[in-house]
């Protein structure tokens, strides 16, 4: 049983859990840092406690200070949000440990899928189809290079651990392999603390799909259906969309069960999301596991009505799974027309998206019928320049993607966000939203880098 949850996490994410945590008649407890300082989670939380000082590892990755927190609030679970410690196997059983449930997978999954080299060995061994690539780590350039004689060019280098599109270079030459690797290594180990890295082939026009999924205790995992990335900057996803537009129904269907099946096969339990690149002619690869609730979870609540934090809340109490999705019996309708979700980050695209934080004087946000706002910003909140950029997620729904590009434009012309030194990406992303190739849904992966490049997408002029 699950009576009071500590957040431990940050910004728009810890506000949407306490919310929810509201909704179900739990306790909370936030934890924050000396920046955050009278944040929105901090205020809206039952109970708060400061664990630090304002850089990441000193508070919101300080792990003892979390459970101690836990400790002196009487907490009984905690919920990690994304990032930081969402997907930490040594922090899920330290809260084990410590008595506590931790409303996510076990920490055997998470260890399992959070590697991304022991994640493809599991996918395969589902019967998944795997990108060419290394099966242990390669610690040098030579060994880079014997994989890349089996695997070919283009390949990537990626991090064995770690998430969020971070710790990754794409190689097109054999004399790009050994200075490529020497900054994916050193990346690896300043974002993740471990600098394994391994290889795969590198698909330049493919579509970024993902599958949510849940699954209880009890054995019971279904799929809530699809979701479409493809929009990213230097690997970082900005526009997501449920569903996958343009793509054939039965295509989805398998690779969903795909999903399913690889996720039941290891008992999984808790939210979690498959990702898979799609090439132009149908063919499909798994590429990674994300074990925590993803950024882009609004689009999935907006055509199932499911809400999925509070599903993650009731799978940690050991409560079965109402059967939601198409997969499960008395589900919802399945999937009901197009949600769309841009991320409205305090960064300058003059400026090679550098982060812009500062003080905010104005937030004015959009509002009407099937427009959601998840934010932790309004007028006067400070925007730390220790953490994401993150200010807000705008979030549409319509019958069609027609009209929900239409409602999403309308949505950010109406988001205002400013304060001194501030800039966003609002107006890059209308632009972005008004090109043909993704009004067409056309894009794939590399369509916004492509679009940058060539100037069709101004990168100036921001909200």
């Known amino acids: 049983m699950v009576t009071r949850v500590l957040v431990a996490n940050r910004g728009e994410i810890a506000l949407r859990v306490i919310r929810a945590c509201r909704e179900l008649g739990l306790g909370t407890v936030a934890v924050h840092s000396a920046a955050d300082d ?214 989805l269907d398998r690779i969903a069960a795909d999903a399913v099946r690889c996720a039941a096969g290891i008992g999984y339990h808790g939210a979690g999301t498959f990702e898979f690149l799609v090439e132009p002619d149908g063919a499909y690869w798994f590429i990674e596991a994300n074990c925590r609730i993803q950024v882009e979870h609004p689009v999935t609540e907006m055509v199932t009505g499911v809400d999925l934090v509070h599903e993650q809340l009731r799978v940690a109490a050991g409560e079965p799974l109402v059967a939601h999705g198409p997969t499960g019996e008395g589900a919802p309708d399945g999937v009901r027309g197009c949600a769309i979700e841009c991320r409205i980050n305090a960064e300058d695209p003059a400026r090679d998206f550098r982060p812009a934080p500062g003080r905010l004087v104005e937030v004015a946000l959009p509002a009407g019928p099937f427009v959601r706002v998840d934010t932790h910003v309004s007028a006067g909140s400070a925007v730390p320049a220790e953490y994401d950029p993150l200010l807000a997620k705008v979030v549409v729904w319509a019958p069609g993607r027609a009209g929900a590009l239409a409602r999403m434009d309308r949505a950010l012309a109406e988001c205002r966000i400013t304060g001194p030194g501030v800039r966003t990406n609002r107006d890059f992303l209308r632009e972005v939203l008004r090109h043909p190739r993704f009004s067409e849904a056309s894009h794939d992966t590399a369509f916004l880098a492509g679009l940058t490049e060539d100037g069709d997408i101004r990168t100036g002029d921001p909200a």
Do not use: W
Request: glycine residues 10%; aromatic residues 4%; contains cysteine.
């Open 38 to 251: 009278g944040a929105a989670h901090v205020t809206a939380a039952d109970r708060a406690v400061r664990i630090g000082p304002p850089p990441a590892p000193l508070s919101y990755l300080n792990v003892p200070a979390i459970l101690e927190a836990a400790r002196i609030t009487g907490a009984d679970a905690v919920h990690p949000g994304y990032g930081l410690l969402s997907e930490d196997a040594d922090f899920a059983e330290a809260c084990r440990d410590a008595g506590l449930a931790f409303v996510g997978p076990e920490p055997e999954a998470l260890r399992t899928l959070g590697d991304k080299i022991s994640a493809r060995r599991v996918a395969a061994a589902a019967g998944l189809a795997v990108l060419p690539g290394s099966p242990e780590p390669v610690g040098s350039a030579e060994a880079v290079r014997a994989q890349a004689a089996r695997t070919g060019f283009p390949l990537i280098l990626k991090a064995a651990s770690g998430g969020g599109g971070r710790g990754m270079e794409a190689v097109d030459a054999p004399g790009d392999l050994t200075a490529a690797l020497a900054r994916v290594r050193s990346a690896a180990a300043a974002l993740f603390g471990d600098d394994r890295v391994f290889v795969e082939r590198f698909l330049r026009s493919a579509r970024h799909v993902e599958i949510q999924i849940l699954g209880d205790r009890h054995g019971t995992v279904v799929h809530l259906g699809s979701r479409d990335c493809s929009v990213q900057r230097r690997n970082q996803k900005i526009v997501e969309e449920a569903p996958a537009p343009a793509l054939p129904a039965e295509l």
